[in-house]
T-cell receptor, first 114, second 112 residues
Framework: KAGVTQTPRYLIKTRGQQVTLSCSPI?????VSWYQQTPGQGLQFLFE???????NKGNFPGRFSGRQFSNSRSEMNVSTLELGDSALYLC?????????????FGPGTRLTVL | AQSVTQLDSQVPVFEEAPVELRCNYS??????LFWYVQYPNQGLQLLLK??????LVKGINGFEAEFNKSQTSFHLRKPSVHISDTAEYFC??????????FGAGTTVTVRA
C-alpha cells in the first residue's frame, strides 16, 4: 500500500499570500488529521476530517481552514500568511480516526513565509 | 484537558549503550499512549502504543515502553542503541477521539 502523500514538499510564500496544501491518505483510510510542527511550539493539532466532515479542531485562528473530498483526499488552506506560519505541516491518516487507530503520517510540507 | 511532558530535550548516548526517554502525562480521563520517531526530513513513524493489557509494550527496532498508571508515565527504553537511532522521539496521548497531543520531543544523538 502506498503511504500518505503530501504535496508540495516545499513551499515559499510571502506575507499576506495564501497557500493550499494537499494530502492523500492511505487507500481505504477515511480520517485525515493535520498538525503544525514548529521548533517553538512543537506538534500542534489543527483539525481532523472524516467523510468530508470536520470532527475536531485545534486552537488556531480562522485563517487556517481545511476540507476533505469524497475520495478522502484533504486540503488545508492558510490565508493572509504571517511569518509565524512558517512550519512543517504534517498530515496523518487513519482508518476511522478513533483513539485506538494508529495514525500514519506523511513526510510533511515545509512552508517558509518570507 | 491532557498534556504530555517529555523530561529530556536532548539525550546524547554512545553506540551500544542503553537509553531511556522519559514521558509523563496528565489527563482526567483514561488515555492511550504512543511513541513516535521522526528522522530528519521525514514524517512521524509509530514505534509502539499502549491501549490496554500488559503494561510492558514492545515495539519496532528493539524499543519497549512501560506504562505506569500510578506515576502517569510511559518511558521508552532500548537496551542497546545504534547510530541509526539518531532521531527525534515524541510521546503522544489520545484522551479523546480524533486528536493526538504530543510532547515537545527528545532529540537522541548516538555517538560512535
Amino acid at each position: 500500500k502506498a503511504g500518505v502523500t503530501q504535496t508540495p514538499r516545499y513551499l515559499i510564500k510571502t506575507r499576506g499570500q495564501q497557500v493550499t496544501l494537499s494530502c492523500s491518505p492511505i487507500s481505504g483510510h477515511r480520517s485525515v488529521s493535520w498538525y503544525q510542527q514548529t521548533p517553538g511550539q512543537g506538534l500542534q493539532f489543527l483539525f481532523e476530517y472524516f467523510s468530508e466532515t470536520q470532527r475536531n479542531k485545534g486552537n488556531f485562528p480562522g485563517r487556517f481552514s481545511g476540507r476533505q473530498f469524497s475520495n478522502s483526499r484533504s486540503e488545508m488552506n492558510v490565508s493572509t500568511l504571517e511569518l509565524g506560519d512558517s512550519a512543517l505541516y504534517l498530515c496523518a491518516s487513519s482508518s476511522t480516526g478513533t483513539r485506538i487507530n494508529e495514525q500514519f503520517f506523511g513526510p510533511g510540507t515545509r512552508l517558509t513565509v518570507l | 484537558a491532557q498534556s504530555v511532558t517529555q523530561l529530556d530535550s536532548q539525550v546524547p548516548v554512545f553506540e551500544e549503550a542503553p537509553v531511556e526517554l522519559r514521558c509523563n502525562y496528565s489527563s482526567s480521563v483514561s488515555v492511550y499512549l504512543f511513541w513516535y520517531v521522526q528522522y530528519p526530513n521525514q514524517g512521524l513513524q509509530l514505534l509502539l502504543k499502549y491501549l490496554s493489557g500488559s503494561t510492558l509494550v514492545k515495539g519496532i527496532n528493539g524499543f519497549e515502553a512501560e506504562f505506569n498508571k500510578s506515576q502517569t508515565s510511559f518511558h521508552l527504553r532500548k537496551p542497546s542503541v545504534h547510530i541509526s537511532d539518531t532521531a527525534e522521539y515524541f510521546c503522544a496521548v489520545s484522551a479523546s477521539d480524533y486528536k493526538l497531543s504530543f510532547g515537545a520531543g527528545t532529540t537522541v544523538t548516538v555517538r560512535a
